[in-house]
Nanobody, 127 residues
Framework: QVLLVESWGGSVQAGGSLRLSCVVF????????MGWFRRAPGKEREGVAV????????YYTTSVKGRFTISQDAAKNSLYLQMNSLKPEDTAMYYC????????????????????WGQGTQVTVSS
């Protein structure tokens, strides 16, 4: 079974930065979609950033464009989310995820397309 394990999140002041990491076990890393999603209390899960592992194309939700960067290291089976200029509204539980089958680029940002999920890590941004 595919297993995704996120690094620890943490707490940071507004304007600060964090980098999240996700290691994926037993997963074919090419031509698939992997991404970061988040869910704040009382809100639906939101696609934050997604990358196609084949061509590197990316999707970002509008609210994080210019602040967050998704990247991958296929050799290490790792996925990263660099989060800069963090805002209190970025506070959420963050999850890494992957599609269960190969997909053509571009990747969707809809969490409904993703079947493999990590357990999540909390990111808290204070004002």
């Amino acid at each position: 079974q595919v297993l995704l394990v996120e690094s620890w999140g943490g707490s940071v002041q507004a304007g600060g930065s964090l980098r999240l990491s996700c290691v994926v076990f037993r997963y074919t890393y090419s031509r698939l979609c992997m991404g970061w999603f988040r869910r704040a209390p009382g809100k639906e899960r939101e696609g934050v950033a997604v990358i196609h592992t084949g061509d590197g194309s990316t999707y970002y939700t509008t609210s994080v464009k210019g602040r967050f960067t998704i990247s991958q290291d296929a050799a290490k089976n790792s996925l990263y989310l660099q989060m800069n200029s963090l805002k209190p509204e970025d506070t959420a539980m963050y999850y890494c995820a992957a599609t269960t089958q190969s997909r053509s680029s571009p990747c969707p940002g809809d969490p409904g397309f993703f079947g493999y999920w990590g357990q999540g890590t909390q990111v808290t941004v204070s004002s």
